[in-house]
């Protein structure tokens, strides 16, 4: 089933049209056959004749297109493999909305540095990501922390510190959410959620106050409420002049290259609205995703389409939001 979907998905309109010539021979070959045997071979003919103009011709050039999940990053909305289709009708006619989990034609900036950069000649490569940002709007990230002391003394903790004292692998398929009264930790099959004083034990400070800050997408002044992302996002982020600028223990850097504030600091620095004909995309597993945050906004014509279904395995078979 899974290789089928995938050749469906994939069939180029030129062997569709070949199979359209195949077909319309046959039925006239048949056609002036009198016996009952050839009219059933022409309606047989003719049904799959306007199956194929219909399905290949309309609507999955115009309305809808399956593909198929190829890595973690919008964990646990979506997973390895999952194969899901795609509404294109929706932005040929209108425009995307805030929250919708979109396909898009990954711009060259995205792939640079991916293991997914195509040859010359390749077919583009399509990412999937949710959508945060409109044009117009002001999208900052702030990045999750754990604080561990007393007042004026503190020692901050990251999502990898927590990784690494809860044993958990770096990777799409482990992560760790920062929550407002604890951390909830996801091993690859079993979600364990920790108490303030659980966590400071595990991150060997037993008996200290633990103050817990998860990290928040912030549009036009508002905390997004997420319950759909694997972690908060660790690092924190800020438009300008149209790119993406990112903090983290990496340094700050925009759209992945190194980039140097000079004396205005990271923290004065006023998010920009998103320039026009330009949206914010993350993946929902916000820390493992080749996402806006890392090569900053995205086109507008690059959405393809928005997914709405989850049609294979059919254990996972859903509705997407």
């Not at 219909?54 to 909305?77: A, D, E, N």
């Not at 996801?186 to 920790?194: A, K, L």
């Not at 700050?252 to 004396?263: A, V, Y």
């Not at 004909?277 to 507008?300: A, I, T």
């Amino acid at each position: 089933m899974t290789d089928l979907s995938q050749q469906l998905a994939d069939v180029h309109a030129s062997s569709i049209m070949y199979l359209v010539v195949f077909l319309t021979v046959v039925r006239f070959m048949i056609i002036k056959r009198e016996s009952s045997v050839a009219r059933g071979i022409v309606e047989l003919v003719d049904a799959a004749l306007f199956a194929a103009v219909l399905m290949f011709m309309i609507v999955l050039p115009f309305i809808v297109k399956s593909f198929y999940i190829p890595s973690g990053s919008m964990r646990p909305t979506l997973v390895d493999d999952d194969h899901i289709l795609v509404n294109k009708f929706q932005f040929r006619t209108g425009e995307p909305s805030r929250g919708d989990v979109v396909v898009f034609t990954a711009p060259d900036r995205a792939l640079q540095n991916s293991s997914e950069r195509p040859e010359p000649g390749d077919a583009p490569t399509d990412y999937i990501k949710r959508l945060i940002g409109l044009p117009g709007d002001v999208i900052e990230v702030h990045g999750g922390v754990i604080k561990i002391g007393p007042k004026g003394n503190q020692q901050y903790k990251t999502h990898q510190d927590v990784r690494i004292a809860l044993q958990l692998a770096d990777n799409d398929h482990q992560h760790v959410k920062f929550l407002e009264n604890g951390v909830q930790a996801f091993d690859g099959s079993t979600t364990t959620t920790y108490t303030k004083e659980e966590i400071a034990e595990k991150l060997g400070f037993a008996g200290q106050p633990v103050e817990i800050d998860p990290g928040v997408v912030i549009r036009n002044g508002k905390p997004l409420v997420e319950p759909y992302i694997a972690e908060d996002p660790e690092y924190d982020l800020k438009v300008y002049t149209g790119q993406s600028v990112i903090r983290d223990n990496n340094g700050i850097r925009m759209n992945s290259q190194e980039f140097l504030l000079g004396s205005k600091g990271f923290d004065k620095l006023n998010s920009e609205p998103l320039p026009p004909k330009r949206v914010m995309v993350f993946g929902d597993n916000r820390n493992d995703s080749n996402d806006s945050s890392r090569w900053g906004p995205l086109e507008r014509e690059r959405l393809v389409g928005r997914a709405f279904l989850i049609f294979y395995p059919f254990d996972r078979m859903r509705m997407i939001h």
